[in-house]
């Protein structure tokens, strides 16, 4: 099959380069991009590192763009690797396991692509340090893939630059690498907090400066710019009020309001606030019972618009499970289709095939995570996240499950908000931050 000229160039961009990172949009196809330039390359042998969720695209890729590959999926920490694999697919976190680990780092790898690469962007994660401190030596080229090279902010691009292109974060004056405490100070607006150094922005002096080191080891390209025939994208905020507000919920919004309030008012952006007490136990409680709050009436307004002949396939995204199978079950006449972490690998391509095939699954209610990669949904052009990941890359990913390659029609994203609630801050917040990433990469 023939590349899109976008896939082409993504093709003899890397072919030449021993560290790269390649950043397309979601749907762009990047899996297919590092193939083909892996075999442009000449390599013979080739390690991917990938989530458990596309280990076995990527098996399926492989053997359709490369010439005879052997191709070895490794899905458990017990097996041996074949010595004559043209091709080994291992998922992240068997990099945790001694023995899978000290077997890959024998072999001297042409290639080594990490797919979903922004998992590996915390520096003292032990999977970090075996992918960058074990692995990566052992290849010729190492070729990391993701389409949200740095989900919060931009010192998570310190990792893979300390990684495999330390050379970029030279010290003009020490005449050393940057640390990531002083690549925050050189690149990012920061302040401290009872949490530690928290990231505002990007230094906007500093903007020409980064994204000069990052020339030559970054290639990202957006859909409008290299696929002008894919509709655009719409996005909607929907406020949701319920009849009446659960009593815990309403409980806990008034206690945590006023604290977010006063925390705002002495605050750079609302981001800040948002990441301080996100990880409290009484705001993740409060997350859970405002999707509980909001599945009855996002099912509500998806039966009307389906049964109105208003929508002829839907996705809808969430991220607890019990709000997951509530709107799951209030659709179940329009022929529902879920996908969560328990859901396995054979009974996840059951579900999009019937989706994306038959007329009678019109809708599809995915965990964020779960059904967030690895999967094509565009049988629908219309998306509803009942519930926000917390991470903008994530949100964005999902919805990119419908706008990709294969997608004919304008796609709607409807972000599902509960109003008068904390529930718009986080919404605010997350806008923040998309707003900080894309100054740095020009979007």
């Not at 706008?403 to 605010?428: K, Y």
């Amino acid at each position: 099959m023939p590349l899109y000229p976008h896939q082409s160039e993504g093709v003899a961009w890397l072919r030449d380069r021993s560290a790269a990172l390649l950043a397309d949009d979601m749907g762009l196809g990047k899996t297919i991009t590092a193939l083909a330039a892996s075999q442009a390359a000449g390599a013979w042998k080739i390690l991917v590192v990938c989530p458990t969720v596309v280990l076995w695209n990527w098996k399926a890729e492989a053997e359709k763009w490369l010439v005879w590959p052997r191709v070895q999926v490794v899905a458990d920490g017990r097996v041996e690797i074949d010595p004559d694999a043209d091709v080994v697919v291992v998922t992240h976190g068997l990099l945790l396991r001694p023995w899978i680990l000290s077997q890959l780092a024998a072999v001297e790898w042409d290639v080594l692509i990490v797919d979903e690469a922004h998992a590996f962007k915390s520096p003292g994660a032990k999977r970090t340090v075996a992918l960058y401190g074990t692995l990566a030596p052992c290849a010729e080229k190492v070729w990391l893939l993701t389409g949200t090279p740095c989900p919060n902010n931009v010192s998570e691009l310190h990792t893979h630059l300390a990684g495999i292109a330390p050379e970029r974060l030279m010290d003009p004056k020490l005449l050393r690498p940057l640390t990531h405490d002083r690549f925050i100070e050189r690149f990012c607006l920061w302040r401290w907090t009872e949490y530690g150094k928290k990231i505002t922005g990007n230094r906007k002096d500093r903007l020409e400066e980064l994204k000069a080191r990052l020339e030559g080891f970054v290639l990202r390209r957006k859909k409008a710019e290299v696929l002008p025939d894919l509709p655009p994208v719409r996005f909607e905020t929907v406020f949701l009020r319920p009849l009446k507000l659960d009593r815990a919920l309403a409980a806990l919004d008034s206690e945590l309001a006023p604290r977010i309030r006063d925390a705002v008012a002495g605050a750079t952006d609302a981001s800040e606030v948002f990441e301080a007490l996100k990880d409290g136990e009484e705001f993740a409680r409060f997350r859970r019972l405002c999707g509980v709050a909001k599945a009855h009436p996002v099912a509500d307004l998806l039966h009307a618009e389906l049964d109105e002949g208003g929508l002829e396939k839907v996705v809808v995204f969430a991220h607890h499970k019990d709000v997951v199978e509530d709107i799951a079950a209030r659709l179940s006449r329009f022929g529902v289709r879920t996908i969560t972490g328990a859901t396995s690998a054979e009974a996840r391509a059951e579900r999009v095939a019937d989706f994306q095939t038959s007329p009678l699954v019109r809708v599809m209610v995915c965990n964020i995570v779960a059904g967030g990669v690895g999967v094509t949904l565009t049988a629908a052009s219309e998306v509803v996240f009942a519930e926000q990941s917390w991470v903008p890359g994530d949100n964005a990913q999902a919805a990119d499950r419908c706008h990709r390659i294969g997608q004919t029609r304008r796609v709607r994203v409807r972000f599902m908000a509960l109003a008068d609630t904390i529930d718009e801050a986080v919404t605010a917040s997350l806008r923040q931050k998309a707003r900080m990433l894309r100054e740095v990469f020009g979007e």
